[in-house]
């Protein structure tokens, strides 16, 4: 009966995410940029650790970072994993004009379960990249006029996986992600003039729409040494992809009474790409400890995104407009470490089962302003995952604090306070019921 209701809940849960994703739930300017901000691809347990991921490995958690950790699933077991955020945003400028904001997300869903002696499945559905921003500037026109100018955007894009994870040899461990994106971004600027009975308002959006596919790719080789003392190497691909889109640009005109005046459509024909990733982790457990540290490379700076100036728009008819691609990242590369501590894992009380970690994280950004890059993210993590009472699952919990410092003048500063849940359910199936 249990099972029965795990199952009810789950397929409710697999519904449910498909409209939450769809919300808005980041209040980043620089989410105005490319994609958007791209999603954090771990889970509650590794957020603690700074992010770390790439090399763990535990049959008590969904680690989808690296699909090779797959095969660590216990036979008997299914695993459902679902994540949820709270946020609290601070954006700040050079003249101390200040903001807060507070978003709540719907991270990550999931469920793992061993398909075949060595084989573990994954399957899932959790954001890609956020758009999520609504702010003003005034400036002084050419008429000695002023214009107010607002930006803002919303919405994202999704990704629905499912992965292998195979082991290889009794230590090496192999897998793979196939994964379908999916969703639309609006971004909008809208032009008024408050001291003019002549200048109309206009609004100008952009809509892009895609749907593409992409794979990646995980190794892990893990080496054991005595009873208290072993470690994992992890390495994750993930290989470029030019996404599947379909953009366009509107441009609207309208009167002081608010009735549209003209407006136009304009198709972008351009592609978006979607960078290569490379990532090496390890981590090493002794006794009641474990370290962990990752490195990431994503050549951003070879992609492109569609691009037009919106200052350019024809105003007579609709047609299309050669959006080529051009260079609107930098590079990213991110490096983070964290620790681990189990007090006992054969203890019977909450205190000696719960794991305690704290992480720390340097991320530079691929967001490009200017053709510099636009802002690098420092941040630390503390983080806890216990059992839940006469049961295999686990609740995780991290909190982390990190600070956007721009490296272009003009742009806002960023101080963010994350909470992270994660609920893993750890369910025994795949066995035989003994009547007596």
């Known amino acids: 009966m249990t099972n029965k209701r795990v199952l009810l809940g789950a397929i409710w849960l697999m519904v449910f995410p498909i409209v939450t994703f769809a919300q808005n739930v980041t209040n980043s300017p620089y989410t105005r940029y490319g994609l958007g901000q791209l999603s954090d691809q771990t889970s509650a347990m590794s957020r603690g650790l700074g992010g770390s991921a790439y090399a763990l490995r535990d049959k008590k958690f969904v680690n989808f970072a690296n699909p090779a950790s797959y095969s660590a699933v216990d036979s008997l077991t299914m695993k459902f994993d679902l994540g949820m955020s709270l946020q609290n945003s601070n954006f700040s400028d050079d003249n101390d004009v200040s903001l807060n904001a507070k978003n709540s997300s719907l991270d990550y869903l999931m469920l793992n379960f061993r398909l075949a002696p060595h084989l573990g499945l994954t399957a899932g559905i959790m954001p890609f990249a956020f758009v999520g921003y609504d702010y003003d500037s005034v400036s002084e026109s050419t008429q000695e006029e002023d214009i107010s100018v607002n930006y803002s955007g919303s919405d994202g894009f999704s990704q629905v996986f499912v992965g292998l994870g195979y082991d290889v040899l009794p230590n090496l461990s192999v897998g793979v992600n196939a994964s379908y994106l999916y969703g639309t971004s609006t971004k909008n600027i809208t032009q008024t003039f408050p001291n003019s009975s002549t200048a109309y308002p206009t609004v100008t959006s952009e809509s892009v729409r895609i749907k593409s596919y992409k794979f990646d790719f995980g190794l892990q080789y893990q080496m054991n040494y005595s009873k208290d003392l072993s470690a994992v190497i992890g390495a994750t691909y993930s290989p470029g992809v030019s996404v599947n889109n379909t953009s366009y640009v509107a441009k609207s005109t309208y009167t002081t009474s608010g009735t549209v005046e003209s407006s136009y459509r304009y198709d972008l024909i351009g592609a978006i790409d979607y960078a290569s990733h490379y990532g090496l982790g390890a981590a090493i457990s002794w006794k009641s400890w474990m370290f962990t ?39 990213r590369y991110r490096f983070s470490i964290g620790t681990q501590y189990l007090p006992d894992a054969n203890g019977r009380s909450l205190w000696s089962l719960t794991r305690y970690s704290i992480g720390g994280y340097m991320d530079a950004l691929q967001y490009s302003f200017e053709n510099q890059r636009a802002a690098y993210e420092y941040g630390v993590s503390v983080g806890l995952a216990m059992p839940i009472y006469r049961s295999s699952s686990v609740l995780s919990i991290s909190g982390q604090y990190s600070i956007l410092k721009p490296q272009v003048t003009g742009l806002l500063e960023e101080n963010r306070f994350k909470i992270t849940i994660g609920l893993t359910f750890n369910e025994r199936w795949f066995f035989k019921r003994k009547i007596q």
């Not at 728009?313 to 050669?322: A, C, G, K, Q, V």
């Open 293 to 331: 540290a990752d490195a990431t490379y994503e050549d951003w700076g070879d992609c492109g995104y569609p691009q037009v100036n919106l200052g350019d728009l024809p105003n007579e008819s609709t047609e299309d407009i050669d959006a080529t691609s051009y260079n609107s990242y930098k590079d």
